[in-house]
């Protein structure tokens, strides 16, 4: 069981929007900036929005984030059939002092 | 350029040892604390170990705490996940990862990763 819960999979059309949750508690997200990544099999996991809303350089604006109290969500906008991937959102639990996933969205593009 | 290059990954009978190294470039290596991420086959990513810039305050995840141990060597740029007493449930695939601070962060930067295999 994750510390972080997130829905099993996601689906929608090419061009569509979709939302990824992720629920945590106080002593993670509720204090703790939450990051997510992208992880294609094989390869290494990409870092896709930290500190809750912000984009690394290169990552396209059709990604976003938002957090709010414990939960976080990942936004993607004009689905591309290369979003199909697994998502995953991360952050530090303070109780625990280690850090916490997600057990991982995913995202099919129909 | 960031690289994060894994070594020592490979099959290993349960109780065994092994030692995972990463090797670091393209960044002030004392700058920042790394961190090991594995998945399992059929899992998710599980976030195993870390430690801080200085090799002080290393963290561990409750499945690994007492049996894996997380050193970085600063004068070789190099990360290490000592791992002992190993379960079949240790089986994965294990990533080094850059933190984007000291001590913490979010992981800017992944290795490809290395397989473990823990089987008779």
């Known amino acids: 069981q994750s510390v972080l819960t997130q829905p099993p999979s996601v689906s929608a059309a090419p061009g569509q929007n979709v939302t990824i949750s992720c629920s945590g508690s106080?002593?993670?997200?509720?204090?703790?900036?939450v990051s997510w990544y992208l992880h294609l099999p094989g390869t290494a996991p990409k870092l896709l929005i930290y500190?809750?809303?912000k984009r690394p350089s290169g990552i396209p604006d059709r990604f976003s984030g938002s957090q709010s109290g414990t939960s976080a969500t990942l936004g993607i906008t004009g689905l591309q059939t290369g979003d199909e991937a697994d998502y995953y959102c991360?952050?530090?639990?303070?109780?625990?002092?280690?850090?916490?996933f997600g057990g991982g969205t995913k995202l099919t593009v129909l | 350029e960031v690289q994060l290059l894994e070594s020592g990954g490979g099959l290993v009978q349960p109780g065994g040892s092994l030692r995972l190294s990463c090797a670091a470039s393209?960044?002030?290596?004392?700058?920042?604390?790394l961190t090991w991420v594995r998945q399992a086959p059929g899992k998710g990513l599980e976030w195993v170990s870390g430690?801080?810039?200085?090799?002080?305050?290393?963290y561990y995840a409750d499945s690994v705490k007492g049996r894996f141990t997380i050193s970085r060597d600063k004068p070789k740029n190099m990360v290490y996940l000592q791992m002992n007493g190993l379960r079949a449930e240790d089986s994965a695939v294990y990533y080094c990862?850059?933190?984007?601070?000291?001590?913490?962060?979010?992981?800017?930067?992944w290795g490809q990763g290395i397989l473990v295999t823990v089987s008779s």
């Open positions: 990862a850059k933190a984007s601070g000291y001590s913490y962060g979010f992981f800017d930067y």
């Open positions: 393209g960044f002030t290596f004392g700058s920042y604390a």
């Open positions: 430690i801080s810039g200085s090799g002080g305050s290393p």
């Open positions: 106080s002593s993670n997200i509720g204090i703790n900036y």
């Open positions: 500190d809750n809303n």
């Open positions: 991360g952050t530090w639990d303070s109780s625990l002092s280690a850090g916490v």
